[in-house]
């Protein structure tokens, strides 16, 4: 996870500076703590990796980390996890429209996420992306593990000329077999 991080880092500094000097500071091992204690979670391993590389991006900042989305605070994140954990039952009355084991890391604005799945919903293995889509039922898996969602987003900058890079950073190529989507009604 580490040397993904790095590269990802080299790549954001050297191509998309701008959005590079937007990232906020690491969170340090005491802040990842005290959020874990606040909002009563265990974080994987993974996601506190990541917060201890960045800590999201600047709230005030619109243009997209990836897949037209910003990259969440991990304080926001855990603060709409628990608001739409709270919906289930009332306004989320669909098994599965969200779950309780969903982390948002990305969000696009307009309500829709790419989640941290901890619980390996619809295919039984945690810590797997996918995609929450406040009004559609489609969920979509997009990779196996957050180490193999960056990866993908080196290998994005990796293949793409700088010319062809747009608001919307979005990904074309998953990892064999992904995206694998499901559908709750």
């Known amino acids: 996870m580490q040397n993904t991080l790095a590269t990802l880092d080299q790549h954001l500094s050297q191509l998309r500076p701008e959005l590079y000097a937007n990232l906020n ?3 340090t091992e005491d802040a990842i703590a005290a959020l874990e204690k606040s909002y009563g979670i265990a974080l994987p391993a993974d996601v506190k990796t990541l917060y201890q590389w960045k800590n999201g991006q600047r709230d005030d900042y619109y243009e997209a980390f990836v897949n037209n989305s910003t990259f969440l605070p991990l304080q926001e994140a855990l603060e709409i996890a628990k608001e739409l954990t709270g919906m289930i039952g009332y306004d989320f009355e669909i098994e599965n ?3 309780a084991a969903w982390i948002p890391l990305f969000h696009n604005g307009g309500g829709d996420y790419i989640c941290y799945d901890t619980g390996g919903v ?7 992306l996918l995609k929450f889509w406040h009004d559609d039922g489609e969920r979509k898996v ?10 993908i987003i080196n290998q994005y900058y990796e293949d793409t000329d700088p010319a ?22």
Do not use: C
């Open 25 to 27: 500071a690491p969170l």
């Open 97 to 99: 429209w969200w779950h």
């Open 122 to 128: 619809f295919t039984g293995k945690q810590g797997q």
């Open 142 to 151: 997009i990779a196996p593990g957050l180490e193999a969602f960056l990866q």
């Open 164 to 185: 062809a890079f747009d608001e919307f950073f979005t990904l074309e190529h998953y990892p064999e077999g992904y995206p694998k989507a499901f559908y709750v009604e």
